[in-house]
């Protein structure tokens, strides 16, 4: 784990299996981690960085535990062997997000008065 400062933090996700995993095309699989979340209250988090070359979920369970739901979207088969690195993610906790209303919105590359989800 590396610190970033106090609220942030990159965290290595490896796979806690005994045996490797073979996950053929369109093959799914629940892979379990080395993490958990149960000390943070609040817990934002997204992936920075996959090591595996395939679609990767992240699931929390019930008892906070981080495990990943890995789909393989390529012909070739994967395997995904005990420890491997999975996921870097980026967690940050106890973060307060202040939101301000407005009625109007800002001129975009869009156009006057646009909306949409793309981020431009």
């Known amino acids: ?3 970033i400062n106090n609220n942030n933090r990159q965290i290595l996700i490896i796979s806690n299996i005994k045996k490797s995993i073979y996950i053929t095309y369109l093959e799914r699989k ?3 981690t080395n993490f958990s979340i149960k ?5 934002c ?5 996959n090591f595996l070359l395939s679609l990767c979920i992240i699931h929390i369970t019930k008892k906070k535990e981080m495990k990943i739901i890995v789909i393989n979207t390529f012909l070739k088969p994967i395997i995904i062997n005990p420890f491997e690195k999975l996921l870097l ?5 106890d973060t307060k997000i202040q939101w301000k209303e407005s009625m109007i919105l800002n001129k975009s590359k869009r156009g006057n008065k646009s909306f949409g989800s793309t981020g431009i």
């Open 1 to 3: 784990m590396i610190k």
């Open 30 to 32: 629940l892979i379990h």
């Open 39 to 43: 000390k943070y209250k609040k817990n």
């Open 45 to 49: 988090f997204f992936i920075k960085k």
């Open 89 to 93: 993610i980026g967690l940050y906790y």
